[in-house]
């Protein structure tokens, strides 16, 4: 069983639906952070969360740290946020090294 | 633009060679991190250094080796290369060890033939 669990794996959307993804983990983590991957490659920290909540723009992220569960919701989607969203968590009895979840595919079409 | 730089942006070499993949932080930071993104394993941590000091290493093959010099940038060395070495090579950096966002470069795609 992998160490961090996103659902879904592929995610399609209508422009303007609210989006919401999830990455569940097994281990005693430090930080958690959710990345973006554009279609061409490149990747982009979007947060790094130890608790609660933050937001930024159209995306927020929440963190139950209890419960061993995030998640990354985008509202108002937009073409633009087509991309792979992937959930990374650092882990404490391992050096606090990143782990990565497969990562979420999502399609928002116009 | 995270400010992250990496060279090459494309590798394609055979198997058994070796090359070596560069990485400039963003200024003032100290903290660079290596990891691979192939396929069929997604994305990998392999290897972290602080400050010229390696502080963290994950998946990383014994074929495959990392340093940061005194002026922080770091170099990915991989030695005799085999097919499955073809991946996406990411560096990131971050101003201090762990509690940081870190910004990611663009990869360097190595293609092994």
């Known amino acids: 069983k992998n160490e961090v669990e996103q659902s879904p794996q592929n995610l399609t959307a209508q422009e303007g639906e609210f989006i919401t993804i999830n990455c569940s983990y097994s281990?005693?983590?430090?930080?958690l952070h959710w990345l973006q991957q554009h279609p061409g490659g490149g990747i982009v920290s979007l947060f790094m969360l130890s608790s609660g909540k933050k937001k930024h723009g159209r995306l927020i992220a929440t963190i139950n740290i209890q419960e061993k569960h995030s998640s990354l919701h985008i509202t108002a989607s937009h073409p633009r946020d087509s991309a792979v969203y992937i959930c990374a968590v650092r882990i404490k009895a391992a050096g606090n090294k990143l782990t990565f979840g497969g990562g979420t595919r999502v399609l928002v079409k116009p | 633009d995270s400010g992250v730089t990496q060279t090459p942006k494309h590798l394609i070499t055979a198997t058994g060679q070796r090359v070596t993949l560069r990485c400039s932080p963003r200024s003032g930071d100290l903290s660079v991190y290596w990891y691979q993104q192939s396929l069929d394993q997604g994305l990998q941590f392999l290897i972290q250094?602080?400050?010229?000091?390696?502080?963290a290493k994950g998946n990383i093959l014994e074929r495959f080796s990392a340093q940061q010099f005194p002026d922080l940038h770091s170099e990915l060395n991989l030695s005799s290369l085999e097919l499955g070495d073809s991946a996406l090579y990411f560096c990131?950096?971050?101003?201090?060890?762990?509690?940081?966002?870190?910004?990611f470069g663009p990869g360097t795609r190595l293609t092994v033939l």
């Open positions: 250094y602080y400050n010229g000091e390696e502080r």
């Open positions: 990131a950096s971050s101003k201090r060890l762990n509690t940081d966002t870190q910004y």
């Open positions: 281990v005693g983590i430090s930080a």
